[in-house]
Each structure stands twice: as structure tokens, then as C-alpha cells.
């Protein structure tokens, strides 16, 4: 069983960054995909990004791409997700998920190891 642990999540002005990372504990994430997502109350886990094991691959939203980047550093165990020029809008919790297989995958139920989320708030 893999346990992941968001962090980094915070209030921000709007225009400003933010970094979250994700951490597996307990196991490593070999092997595995991982991808965040984000969710506001009274609607649907909408898809972030994704990268791959190796970190060569990524998939991101189109809505998103240009201000968010998803990165791993496996010797830490470790997935970030900056995020700059943030918006109201970018406002939810953020979850990281793991793909055991290693597909790289948009939808959230295909994701089998989830963490708890991290509020993001940005102010406007």
C-alpha cells in the first residue's frame, strides 16, 4: 500500500506561486505514474497533470499548461507541482495520485493510491 502526503498548499495573492509536493511514504513510488488533481466542493475531480517514473514524460491540462509544471525527484520520493501567475480560479484542494502500472493517464478513477489534499486558496 502506498501512502502519499500532500503538502505546500497554502492562502495566496492572485499572480502569485505556490509548490506542492507529494510524498510516498511507507513505499516508494517505483514505477508508478503520478498525478494531481484539484476539486472544489459541488463539482467533479478535475485533472492537473501527470508525469511518468522516469519524469521524461508529463501530460498536463490544457487550461493549465504554460502556468503549472510537474516535476519528480525520485531519489527524494518526491512529485512537486509549481504553479505560478495563480488565479482565483486555481482556488481547491489538490490531490496527488499514484498509477501503478505506470500509465500516464488523465482520469481520476484509473489513479490507485490517493492522498489526502492540500487546500489551495487564492485570493483576488
Known amino acids: 500500500q502506498v501512502q502519499l502526503v500532500e503538502s505546500g498548499g497554502g492562502l495566496v495573492q492572485a499572480g502569485g506561486s505556490l509548490r506542492l509536493s507529494c510524498v510516498a511514504a511507507g513505499r516508494t513510488f517505483s514505477g508508478a505514474s503520478v498525478g494531481w488533481f484539484r476539486q472544489v466542493p459541488g463539482k467533479e475531480r478535475e485533472f492537473v497533470a501527470a508525469?511518468?517514473?522516469?519524469?521524461?514524460?508529463?501530460v498536463y491540462s490544457d487550461s493549465l499548461k504554460g502556468r503549472f509544471t510537474i516535476s519528480r525527484d525520485n531519489a527524494k520520493n518526491t512529485v512537486y507541482l509549481q504553479m505560478n501567475t495563480l488565479k482565483s480560479d486555481d482556488t481547491a484542494v489538490y490531490y496527488c495520485?499514484?498509477?501503478?502500472?505506470?500509465?500516464?493517464?488523465?482520469?481520476?478513477?484509473?489513479?490507485?493510491?490517493w492522498g489526502q489534499g492540500t487546500q489551495v486558496t487564492v485570493s483576488s
Open positions: 495520485a499514484a498509477e501503478r502500472f505506470g500509465l500516464l493517464v488523465t482520469t481520476w478513477a484509473q489513479y490507485d493510491y
Open positions: 508525469v511518468d517514473w522516469s519524469g521524461d514524460n508529463t
